[in-house]
Structures are given as structure tokens and as C-alpha cells.
């Protein structure tokens, strides 16, 4: 990852998911960021011109909040990520794709900093767990 997550931060988590699908068809779902909310419960609204590439820059809304992204990895396809500033917190947001013989482990890591970041680690912690259930739904589906 060209950015690294801060262990460290007020609010941070990681965790992980095996999806019983090719790690191309999950980097896929996952960097259609378009389509993100026809697949994502939280997210309402996702807009990013053209295709995922670093430095490219997006917004969307989840939880009633607007966020502006900026890509910083985008290695098809095992990573993924991409930093967010939301009011006065900054995000990181990681995503590894490890292939296991037909399914992926999918392992996501995310740090908030800023203020009052702290408060969010148990909204951080339910919405990482809720987003893999829902790429895990999404990526194996039948094509």
C-alpha cells in the first residue's frame, strides 16, 4: 500500500472475510465505485469519473455523511485504497485481496484521526463487519 493505515490512530480496526469467489470478480465489485450503493446498505450516493487509477478522486454519502476520496493504491487484484476526509476527521481505507485456491480472503483495515474521532471506533467496527457481509453477497453472486 503506498499509505499505510495508523495502528495507532483514535479510532482504528481490521478484519477479515473469505468469499467464495475469484479475487478479480471481488476486486471488481469492490473498485465499481459507482455502483457501490446497489450493493452497500450505508451508502447512498458514489461518484467517481472514469476508473480506479491513484490519485483519482471521488465522493460519496454514507450514513447521511458526504465524503471526498482520494485513491491512493489501486494494484488489480489485491489492493486497494484510498483516503477520505468526513467534517473534521481524516480516513484511511485499505483493502487486501489474497487469492485461496477459488475463494479470496479479503482483509480491510481502516484509522480515523481527527477530532473526536475516538467516538466513532464502535460505528467504525459495526459498518467494516456490515460492508464485508455485503461485498461477500455482491461478489458471489452468479454471474
Known sequence: MKIEVNKTAPAYHET???????????????SAVNHWPQWQNDVTD?????SVAPGKQFVWKARGFKIKSEIHTASPPSELGWTGKMLWIKAIHNWTLIAEGRSTRVVVQESLN??????????????????????????????
Open 46 to 50: 458514489a461518484h467517481l469519473e472514469g
Open 16 to 30: 477479515q472475510i473469505l468469499i467464495h469467489a475469484p479475487a478479480a470478480k471481488v476486486y471488481k465489485v469492490l
Open 114 to 143: 481527527g477530532f473526536l474521532a475516538g467516538l466513532m471506533q464502535k460505528t467504525l467496527t459495526k459498518g467494516m463487519a456490515q460492508n464485508l457481509y455485503e461485498l461477500k453477497l455482491e461478489a458471489e453472486k452468479p454471474d
